[in-house]
């Protein structure tokens, strides 16, 4: 069973940095690319990064370009999510999930199996 589990999410001033991680198991971890999403109040979930198999190519929604890095180490089965200069309008919870096909790594909900609980991070002004 695949199981993904997020951790250190919390509150932060605007301009803080932050840094996301994400405990995977129960599957091949180094075959799936993995992503971050994010879904805040009242708001559709939503893209936020991704990361293919290797760590060799990396995919970021417009809005955190330059501010977010998404990073994996297949040794421990972990994928990261450094979040810096933060803005109010980040403040959401925040999703890890794995590619349902091996080799690649989606920009959509739908490429996405397997979900973890979310952590929250909260922006203040």
Wanted: hydrophobic share 30%; charged share 20%; proline share 2%.
């Amino acid at each position: 069973q695949v199981q993904l589990v997020e951790s250190g999410g919390g509150l932060v001033q605007a301009g803080g940095s932050l840094r996301l991680s994400c405990a995977a198991s129960g599957r091949t971890f180094s075959r799936y690319g993995m992503g971050w999403f994010r879904q805040a109040p009242g708001k559709e979930r939503e893209f936020v990064a991704a990361i293919n198999w290797s760590g060799g190519r990396t995919d970021y929604a417009d809005s955190v370009k330059g501010r977010f890095t998404i990073s994996r180490d297949n040794a421990k089965n972990m994928v990261y999510l450094q979040i810096n200069s933060l803005k109010p309008e980040d403040t959401a919870v925040y999703y890890c999930a794995t590619d349902r096909s091996t080799w690649r790594s989606g920009v959509t909900r739908r490429d996405y199996d397997y979900w973890g609980q979310g952590t929250q991070v909260t922006v203040s002004a």
